[in-house]
Structures are given as structure tokens and as C-alpha cells.
């Protein structure tokens, strides 16, 4: 378990999809827009847990344009679960994986509302929304290019 969240808890830290969503809505609506994002991003990523310990990699073999959202997050966890693991261990595995979920986007979500933030944020909106909209763009653009030609 604890390999396991070596490579969970950094990946989680690191900037990505779910971290700009919770920082945008947090900075451009406030507080409880950014725990409300954050709790749907953890209940995503509960369920991500969920469907890589449970087996269910074969469904995500089958639906490529499902595969792209749990790649990473699903064999993080595949590797880690053997038929010998028990199923508590399993349940604890994905509770904590919630938890810190949880945890780290509300951090981030009532820092980044915070008052003199939000003052920083309105000064420069302009360009912080442009570079958020060119990484959605990118991610999009790469998942596009996984679904259209997969195994490359």
C-alpha cells in the first residue's frame, strides 16, 4: 500500500486536469464553487480506485476513449493488487485515496480563494485563463490523437 501512494500522493500534487479545474473554479467563484469541484474530483478518482482494484481494466481495454482518463491512475493501482489481496485492505486503499483527494484540492481550493489571491487573479485573468484553455486544448488534442491511433 504504501508504493502504492508514493506514486498516488505526487501524482495528486503535481498540476493537472483535475488541479486547474479546482483552481479555476475556486478563483473565479469562490470558495464553495472550488469544494464543490473538489468533491466531484474526489468522488472521480474514488471511482477511478474503485474500477482498477475491482478488475475492471478489461472494460477500459474495450472503451479507449474511457481508457485515457484512468491510464496512469489505473496501473498505479493494477499493479499493486494481487488475487490474494484482501478485500478491506482494497476498501481502505480507495477510502484513502478519496481522502486525499479531498484533503489536498481543498487546500488548494480555499488558498487559491482567498482574498489576496483572487485580488492577484483579477490583475492578471486575462492571461492565466488564455494559458488554462491552451492546456485543456493540449489535453484534448492528446487524447484525440491516443483514441484516433491507439498503441502508438
Same mark, same amino acid.
Given at each position: 500500500?504504501? !508504493?502504492?501512494?508514493?506514486?498516488?500522493?505526487?501524482? &495528486?500534487?503535481?498540476? =493537472?486536469?483535475?488541479?486547474?479545474a479546482?483552481?479555476r $473554479? $475556486?478563483?473565479?467563484?469562490?470558495?464553495?464553487?472550488?469544494?464543490?469541484?473538489? #468533491?466531484?474530483?474526489?468522488?472521480c478518482? =474514488?471511482?477511478? /480506485? $474503485? &474500477? !482498477?482494484?475491482?478488475?475492471?481494466? *478489461? +472494460? #477500459? +481495454?474495450?472503451?479507449?476513449? #474511457?481508457?485515457?482518463?484512468?491510464? &496512469?491512475?489505473? !496501473?498505479?493501482?493494477?499493479?499493486?493488487?494481487?488475487?490474494?489481496?484482501?478485500?478491506?485492505?482494497?476498501?481502505?486503499?480507495?477510502?484513502?485515496?478519496?481522502?486525499?483527494?479531498?484533503?489536498?484540492? $481543498?487546500? *488548494? !481550493? +480555499?488558498?487559491?480563494?482567498?482574498?489576496?489571491?483572487?485580488?492577484?487573479?483579477?490583475? /492578471?485573468?486575462?492571461?492565466?485563463?488564455? *494559458?488554462?484553455? +491552451?492546456?485543456?486544448?493540449?489535453?484534448? =488534442?492528446?487524447?484525440?490523437?491516443? *483514441?484516433? /491511433?491507439? =498503441?502508438?
Amino acid at each position: 500500500m504504501i !508504493s502504492v501512494f508514493g506514486i498516488f500522493v505526487p501524482a &495528486l500534487i503535481l498540476p =493537472g486536469p483535475d488541479f486547474v479545474a479546482v483552481v479555476r $473554479s $475556486s478563483m473565479t467563484r469562490g470558495t464553495r464553487a472550488g469544494l464543490w469541484t473538489t #468533491l466531484g474530483v474526489s468522488i472521480c478518482l =474514488g471511482l477511478y /480506485a $474503485s &474500477l !482498477s482494484l475491482l478488475g475492471l481494466s *478489461a +472494460v #477500459l +481495454v474495450k472503451y479507449q476513449w #474511457l481508457a485515457w482518463a484512468v491510464r &496512469l491512475f489505473t !496501473s498505479v493501482f493494477a499493479t499493486s493488487v494481487t488475487s490474494t489481496t484482501p478485500v478491506w485492505l482494497m476498501a481502505v486503499m480507495i477510502g484513502l485515496v478519496f481522502a486525499a483527494a479531498l484533503t489536498w484540492y $481543498s487546500i *488548494a !481550493s +480555499v488558498f487559491m480563494s482567498s482574498a489576496p489571491v483572487r485580488r492577484r487573479f483579477t490583475r /492578471a485573468r486575462h492571461w492565466i485563463e488564455r *494559458a488554462a484553455g +491552451v492546456v485543456f486544448v493540449g489535453i484534448g =488534442g492528446r487524447i484525440f490523437w491516443d *483514441a484516433r /491511433a491507439p =498503441g502508438l
